[in-house]
């Protein structure tokens, strides 16, 4: 499959690579630049660009290839329909468009959790697992994507379900566990909770932990009971990189896994 490029656009860093897609190793380091303050699109339109001449470096690239960024964001169709942690000024834009503008190369675009759980599938924890993969990422919020049958279900916003009579991610988030300073046996009764109820929702073959949490997953995963089986990402924090570059070079805006 030759190398593409990977963007991952977040509330803090932005991240990106050269990234091997027979692997799904980068070529070279994981390079990152701050988010600028506010998320304004001009301002991480500029940061891209910055970013983009760097990465251009690592590897041999085919030029016709789109590059993909992953964006804290529903997407449709490469419209942003929300913005978390972002500029109000994402929600209506045509992202695709405004950044084959400004960066003069194809863009494919997608949301951030939906682009880890591609990789995770495809080069991680879930590579060669048959079915259905339920990859959530434990982080400020809980992000969620589900791959069927290789085919990624785009867009499912998990960690806004209602458990327990509050909003999942409210309570089960990895920055939830920081901010009410939960040790980890309450956090895995939460954690549980949840669990149980996307379980019964999307009866999958598998649930991948990811997010910064799961480098302390030997604290909580011992102490959940699931039918299912619950193992930690693979990928740690290259992942939404990888399936960025993973997502455009399938071309498609719901893709199989090529």
Known sequence: MGFGLGIDVGGTW????????DSGIPA???RRLRTPAGGTVEAVADTLDRLLSELETQAPLTPA???GVAIPSIVRNGVAASAAN?????VGLDVRSFLEVRLGRAVCVVNDADAAGLAEVRYGAGQDVPGTVLVLTL??????????????????ELGHLEVGGCKAESRASAVARENEGLGWPEYAVRLQQYLQHVEFLF????????????????EFLPRLSLRTPVVPAGL?????VVGAALYAAAGREAPALP
């Open 14 to 21: 932005i991240k990106g690579a050269a990234v091997n897609l």
């Open 28 to 30: 070279g380091a994981v």
């Open 65 to 67: 290839r789109p590059i």
């Open 86 to 90: 972002m500029d109000r000024s994402w």
């Open 139 to 156: 982080g400020t919020g809980i992000g969620s994507a589900l791959i069927a049958g290789g085919r990624l279900v785009p867009n499912l």
């Open 203 to 218: 009866s999958p073959d598998l649930i991948i932990l990811g997010g910064g949490i799961s480098a302390c997953s030997s």
């Open 236 to 240: 740690e924090n290259s992942a939404g």
